[in-house]
C-alpha cells in the first residue's frame, strides 16, 4: 500500500470480498460480509475505532476454531458485537 491510504469505494467491496474468497479458499458463507461490517461498527462505536480490526481478527480466529457451519460464524460476530456493544470502560 502507498504512504497514503486508499479508500475503498462501496461498489468495489464485492470484487474484494470474491478475491479474499478465491485467495483463502473461501465460500460466500464462509464471509458474511455484511455481519463483519455490522461487528466492526460496533466495535468501532462502542469501544475504539483502532479496536475493530482486532475484534473482527478474534471472531474469525474462534469462528475457525467452532468449525465450518455458517451458523457458527455469524455467532462468533454476534459474541463479539455482543460484547462490544455491552462494554463501559
Known amino acids: ?6 479508500p475503498l469505494p462501496p461498489e468495489a467491496l ?3 470480498a470474491a478475491a479474499l474468497r478465491e485467495r ?14 455490522d461487528l466492526t461498527k460496533a466495535v ?15 471472531a474469525g480466529l474462534a469462528a475457525g ?6 451458523a457458527q460464524v455469524l455467532a462468533a460476530l454476534r459474541e463479539v ?3 462490544a ?3 463501559e470502560q
Open 44 to 58: 468501532a462505536g462502542s469501544v475504539a475505532r483502532p479496536a475493530a480490526p482486532l475484534g473482527a481478527f478474534a
Open 14 to 16: 464485492d470484487g474484494w
Open 24 to 37: 483463502l479458499g473461501l465460500s460466500p458463507d464462509d464471509v458474511p460480509v455484511a455481519a463483519v461490517l
Open 1 to 6: 500500500m502507498s504512504e497514503q491510504s486508499r
Open 81 to 83: 458485537a455482543d460484547l
Open 85 to 87: 456493544e455491552g462494554w
Open 65 to 70: 476454531r467452532a468449525g465450518t457451519d455458517p
